[in-house]
Structure formats: C-alpha cells, structure tokens
C-alpha cells in the first residue's frame, strides 16, 4: 500500500530524482539533436534543412529584387496605352549647351518674378548628355552632329547624311517612311539647311541646298520620303528669277513637287492660320516655306506675328496633322522638330535674341509632351542639342580688377529687338540715305551727326534698350556698319556682363532630355551622339542599312552612268576631230596646185 504520506495521484512509477536529471539531459540533448542515438540523422536533416532555407532567402532576396527594379522600370518607361503603334518626336536645339538653360532660367525668373526653384519644362525632363566630336574635328558643325543622329554614325564637318567615304547613309526618317511610318520636318531656319537636310537629303557638302531641295520632294532612288515640312527656306525652290529666289538655275522645285510627286505647297501666315487654327485639315503630303531664308528670331518675329508663325505653333499642328493621318494605321510618326535660331543667336553672341529662342524652344518641348501624354498611342521624345555655339559663359569680367559675382539679366528683358534686325535695319537706312559705308570716314560732320543720332535713338535706345551708349560704341557702328550686328550683340554682352569666347561652335557636352520610355535607358548618362541616332532606329525598329544599300546602289549606277556617257562623249569628240582632220587633207591633196 501506500504511505500514507504519499500523494493520491501520486505516479509509483516515477523515476529517482537523479534518475529523472539525466532523463531531462536526455531530452534536452535529443530536442538539440545531440542524442547519441539520434546525432547522425538529426545532424543531416538540420543540415539539409538549413540548405533548403538558405536557397529559399536566396531566391526571395532575388525575387524582391527583380520585382522592385520592373517596378520602377515599369513606372518610368510604361505610358499604361496598350496600343502597339509608336510615336517619336525627336526635338533638336541648334547651338544649344548646358549655359544657355542657365542663362534662359534665371532671365525667366527674373521677368516672371519667380522663385529661384522654379524651372523649365527641359529641366524636368533632364536625361544625360552628349559627346558631340565629328570625324573630323574635335568641334562637330550641325551637319555631322545631326548624320550621327540621322544615321547613327560619324562624319565629317559639312557632310549630309554622307559618310567619310562619301557614301551615302540611310537616315532614320527614310527608314521610318519605308516601314510605313509618316513622317515630318519642323525647323526655323532653311528647310534645306544641315539639319534637316541631313534627315531627308544626301549630299557630300550641306551647301548645295539646290540638290537637297530637289531631294527633300521626291526626286531620288527612295522618292518622296517627306509627308510634311514646315520651315523657311522658300529661296531654294524657287526657279533664278523669280522674287525672293536664290538658285542658279531655273529649275522650279516647287512646280515639280506640285506636278509630279502630289505635294501642297502654302507660303504665307494667312493660309498656315486655315490648318493652324482648326478651319480645315491639312492635306498630306504639304510643304509650308514661310520666309525666304531663316524665320525671324522669336524677339523679332512676336512683332511680325502676322507674317511668320512660331515654332510652337507650327509643332502642334505638325502633330495634329500626323496623328490623324496615322488614325488607321498601325504604326506611327517619325517628327524631328528644330529650334534652328538658338544657333544662330550664339553665331552672333547675341544674349537678348538666344533667350527668347530658348523660351520659345522650351514652350515646344512643353506641347509635344503634352501632346504624347493626351495620345492614344504609346509616343517618346528626345531632345538634345547637336554642339554648343558661342563658347557662352553666364558671367564676364569687364575690368581688370576681381570679378564681379554677377550677371543683369534685367540688361537682356529690356531689348526689343535684335541685334541682326537692328543691324539689317541700319543697312536699310544707310541705303536709303543713299549714304556709302566704304565713303563713311570721309563724310562731312554735318552728315555724320544725323546718322550718330538715327544710331543712338532708333537703334541702341529703342531696339537694344540701352540709354548709355558710349560715343565710341556709337562711332564703331558707324563706321563698320557691315560688322554693327557684331557691336549691338557686343553693347549688350557687355552691360549684362555676359561672355562669349567664339562666334563659331565649342566642343562642350551637351545636355539630352526625354520624355522617357522604352529603350530610354539606352540614352542615360553621357554617351555618343551616334548612340543617340542608334536609339531612333530601335525605338521605330527600322532598318537603315537596307536604306543605305539602296542609296549606294543608285549612286553606283549613276556614277557607271556618267562614266559611260563621258567615255562616249570622248569616243565621238575624238571621232570629230578625226574626220575634221581626214577632210582637211583630203581638201589639201585634192586641191588645184
């Protein structure tokens, strides 16, 4: 029986206290897997274990990862459209380095009175930036900045969309226009000049302009590749003779254009105003050449609003237009849109004119976003400069004591006019006057005077807003009135204590800005102008060297051509001078002694 001290419920069969330590030792070992009998099993399933774990962490860590990086991709490139169709609007500022948008931004603050954080629509989009050396030079000019967008590859100074071998490269455009794509060109200076030449032409020199025009209608291997083209540049297509032309042949481009390759042709504000403001659709394909040469600088033209449109407003409707051309189809547009002038401000060091060039430039930028965030169709744009121009710097020291750390943006806000008007406006007068440049050191004071005052008052005061013009300032004008542009451009610089070191183009980088998008990433950072030109042609998927074959094919039998009407053309020369020879001794021997 029990003792009568033992408990109830009390288990008999419950071990020693020494006996239960060691049980307990024996558990906690066999619970740690260190049980004698339990050691080897246990030991390789925790391994295995601890493997298995280990993979999986491995493989979550990787999975996180590459899930949050197609997010953030997936939030930067994807514009959520589902539609397989592409725009691309690639947008070209001529001339236009990284001090230009310092200079643009804080004159726009100070006119606006904005905060010092606020911004250009550019800034926004900041992408990377450019290297931008030729083949041939370490400071590139437009026509081979813009063959290495065209194209993808370098070239030489002055080459259209030729390479250093002289062949002919297929562009982007003609390459987007054969795959089905429409396609388009908006500019501000020549529709013939480098830039846009090199989209649509292929010559071995950007100063034959006649060849260019003629190649930008249709007339080559590839036919018409252009569906529209606004811009200035009217001179080049038009026959010698003719007012306002600058060809040294009759050929007449725009008749050819009409008559064989269907184009529409307007010329005046008035009529661009019939599609600009939504009367009527423009009808493809449609060349509008608004000036003869260059559109005036957006400082002059906004007071000749009702002869030149903008940039911007000849964007948007280039935009419009293409989209509902392209409604039915399933692929896109190809536009390359140029703010032309920003270069030639900079050729000119002219601050007052290059500012406005930018703002207007930027006001383009700003639509064409807001156009491709309205589209139903995915849409991307880019938009970079081909090479500084100017060597601009946004400071300058005037004296030689320590410079001022400073910069009057107010001296540029308070010209109206610039500096290439004022001066062609000063020619005009001297011509009026029927007064001589090369005769003006020797004109009598009585004839100097008026024109000092004309100079000072209608010119400096009135145009560049400058009332302390100094009496040598007004003087050199005078007497170089062919280089004035050069001195009211210099006035200027000088108060706003900006500075300049070439009136030709530097080699600084360039800045890239996008819209972002697919493939975009390809553009990030610094890379080569030629990468810039790769990315078109992936983004569109177009194949250039198919382009380039058939360009250099036609070009091989043009040459085999020539050679051989040349090779005849000696064969009946020299056949002429034989008989001619023959016939004259016969005349002699057959001839009375």
């Known amino acids: 029986m029990a003792s009568a001290t033992t408990p109830l419920l009390a288990d008999d069969r419950r071990p020693p206290i020494g006996s239960r330590d060691r049980l307990s030792d024996s558990e906690d070992e066999a619970l740690r897997g260190q049980s004698a009998s339990t050691h080897s099993g246990r030991s390789l399933y925790l391994r295995l274990r601890e493997i298995l774990l280990f993979v999986w962490a491995l493989f979550a860590t990787a999975g996180i990862l590459i899930l949050a990086v197609w997010v953030s991709h997936n939030q930067q490139t994807s514009s959520g459209k589902t539609s397989g169709k592409r725009n691309l609007v690639f947008m070209v500022s001529d001339g236009m380095g990284p001090a230009s948008l310092s200079l643009t931004r804080s004159f726009r603050q100070h006119v606006d009175g904005l905060e010092y954080g606020d911004t250009l629509t550019l800034d926004k989009h900041f992408w990377g930036s450019s290297r931008t050396r030729s083949s041939s030079s370490l400071v590139t000019d437009s026509a081979a900045g813009a063959t290495a967008f065209s194209c993808g590859k370098k070239s030489y100074n002055g080459a259209i969309a030729t390479l250093p071998d002289h062949t ?20 501000t200076t020549d529709i013939t000049d480098a830039t846009p030449a090199c ?27 252009v569906d529209l083209m606004f811009g200035g540049g009217r001179c080049h297509f038009l026959p010698q003779g003719a007012p306002g032309s600058c060809r040294e042949d009759d050929i007449d481009v725009v008749k050819i254009a009409k008559e064989e390759f269907g184009w529409n042709y307007i010329n005046n504000r008035a009529a661009f105003d019939e599609f600009w403001e939504g009367k009527k659709e423009v009808p493809l394909p449609m060349m509008g050449l608004f000036a003869d040469h260059d559109i005036p600088f957006e400082l002059d033209r906004r007071n000749m609003n009702d002869i030149y449109p903008s940039l911007s407003e000849m964007a948007k409707t280039a935009l419009r237009t293409l989209e509902k051309a392209t409604e039915g189809s399933d692929k896109g547009f190809f536009l390359m849109i140029e703010g032309s002038r920003i270069d030639h401000a900079g050729h000119g060091n002219d601050p007052a004119a290059q500012v406005r060039e930018v703002l207007e430039y930027d006001k383009t930028v700003a639509a064409v976003l807001e156009f491709l965030d309205e589209s139903a169709a995915d849409g991307v744009m880019v938009a970079t400069s081909d090479h500084e121009t100017g060597g601009l710097s946004v400071a300058k020291q005037l004296h030689a004591d320590y410079p001022q750390y400073l910069w009057y943006p107010a001296v540029l806000a308070n010209a109206s006019s610039s500096s290439e008007f004022l001066a062609v406006k000063l020619l005009r007068h001297l011509a009026d006057e029927s007064i001589s440049a090369t005769d003006m050191a020797s004109l009598p004071s009585d004839t100097l005077a008026p024109l000092k005052k004309y100079i000072n008052d209608e010119l400096v005061v009135k145009g560049l807003g400058i009332v302390d013009a100094t009496s040598e300032e007004i003087t050199t004008v005078m007497l170089y009135p062919e280089l004035s542009q050069y001195a009211f451009a210099q006035m200027i610089s000088n108060r706003a204590q900006i500075g300049w070191s070439t009136h030709g183009h530097s080699a600084v980088d360039v800045n890239i800005y996008s819209s972002g998008g697919p493939g975009t990433e390809a553009i990030r950072g610094n890379v080569e102008n030629t990468q810039i030109g790769e990315f078109l042609q992936s983004y569109l998927s177009v194949d250039t060297d198919e382009v380039t074959r058939i360009l250099r094919e036609d070009k091989e039998s043009k040459a085999r051509q020539q050679l051989a ?5 000696q064969h009946i020369a020299e056949t002429d001078h034989w008989v001619v020879h023959e016939s004259q001794v016969g005349l002699a021997a057959g001839s009375p002694a």
Do not use: D, W
């Open 168 to 187: 002919p490269c297929g562009t982007v455009l003609e390459a987007a226009k054969r795959a089905g794509y429409m396609t388009g060109l908006v500019v």
């Open 199 to 225: 989209f649509s032409s292929h010559v071995g020199y950007r100063l034959e302009e006649g060849s260019i025009a003629l190649q930008q209608i249709g007339q080559g291997a590839l036919n018409r590749t």
């Open 565 to 569: 009407a040349q090779e005849g053309g």
